[in-house]
């Protein structure tokens, strides 16, 4: 049965879209083998929970998604600062995302609901991209339950390899609104949406 590697996000509205689009795009501009992102595919988003899912659980996933959205407020988000994750080749340069109470419980809600559907074996198969696909995607997607969320849950928007110019970035508040359910492709990027829904 065809699987999916999927990630449960927050798709951020247009103008933070178009502001990490333009810092990923600084940041291949010395990395041409980045990652690209865009408003199509690629796109910015804020992970809430990875893993692996069979097709026959996808419209129950995006029942469960639905239901949690009709419960939930549209999330006050800000990004608080820029920062770089070293454990990578080339560094990851990501904003990050203010741990706001909302976007905790909304972070617990999605992981309560979902992890008993999900599978942490994902194969480069269960991927949208094709081969070759980072030894690194696979393990973010199988490690993130437990070891990225709940009380290990960093919201952040990924912007790309590099290294980090920025000394800091003056904070700017958004209104996240949009969930969404992704099909991940290579370096976790949200390749494809499979299912959308408003807060």
Not at 78 to 105: K, Y
Request: glycine share 4%; aromatic share 6%.
């Amino acid at each position: 049965m065809k699987r999916f590697a999927i990630d449960v996000v927050i798709l951020p509205p247009d103008n933070i879209t178009d502001i990490a689009i333009e810092y990923n795009k600084r940041l291949r501009a010395s990395i041409p083998e980045n990652i690209e992102l865009g408003k199509a595919r690629y796109l910015p988003h804020i992970s809430l929970l990875m893993g692996c899912l069979a097709l026959d659980q996808l419209e129950l996933i995006t029942s469960r998604l639905d239901a949690i959205a009709k419960v939930h407020e549209i999330l006050e988000l800000s990004i608080s600062n820029i920062r770089t994750d070293d454990s990578a080749a080339h560094g990851v340069v990501s904003f990050e995302i203010a741990r706001t109470e909302q976007l905790v419980r909304l972070h617990e809600s999605i992981v309560n609901s979902f992890r008993p559907f999900l599978t942490q074996d994902a194969k480069a198969s269960d991927l949208a991209d094709p081969p070759p696909i980072k030894d690194s995607t696979l393990q973010w997607v199988n490690k993130f339950i437990p070891h990225a969320c709940l009380e290990n849950f960093w919201p952040h928007i990924t912007l790309g390899f590099g290294e980090n110019r920025w000394n800091g970035i003056t904070p700017i508040s958004f209104q996240g609104s949009r969930l969404a359910l992704c099909h991940l492709g290579n370096h976790c990027t949200c390749a494809e949406v499979l299912a959308e829904v408003s807060l």
